[in-house]
């Protein structure tokens, strides 16, 4: 049986109890005989009920932090992820300036070269 079906099933029986002791100022006839325990294992069910609860609570709040512990792991990942991602941004971005740079000037030469032929051609 899964947590939240337990949890369920032990809303439900302190529920069931809650109510029969409200709705019943005699304590004679909380639970039927032929229902459940007599009078007399009330005090046992209702200490074991608790300690379930009890149990319970404790169990989501270990819960509750390991999700948390997770998440905040989780935060720190993507922070470096974040930082890596940035880091690998920049050295590309100066790689393809310097190719461009490159480019340029072996462009200008290839025009100085053209106008050269050209002229020398043309004479």
């Keep these: 049986m899964n ?11 302190v529920e069931a109890l809650e109510a029969a002791l409200r709705s019943s100022p005699r304590h004679d006839d909380i639970i039927p005989a032929q229902a459940g325990p007599y009078r007399s294992e009330l005090p046992a069910l209702v200490a074991q009920v608790s300690i379930g609860v009890a149990e319970l609570r404790a169990e989501m709040a270990d819960i509750r932090t390991e999700v948390s512990q997770d998440f905040e792991a989780l935060i720190v990942e993507v922070a470096g992820v974040r930082v890596q991602m940035t ?3 920049k050295a ?19 025009g100085l070269r053209l106008d050269r032929l050209t002229e020398t051609g043309g004479a």
């Design 87 to 89: 880091e690998n941004y």
């Design 92 to 110: 590309i971005h100066s790689d393809l300036l310097g190719k461009i740079d490159s480019l340029r000037c072996e462009m200008i030469d290839l």
């Design 3 to 13: 947590v939240e079906a337990e949890i369920l099933d032990l809303k439900l029986r």
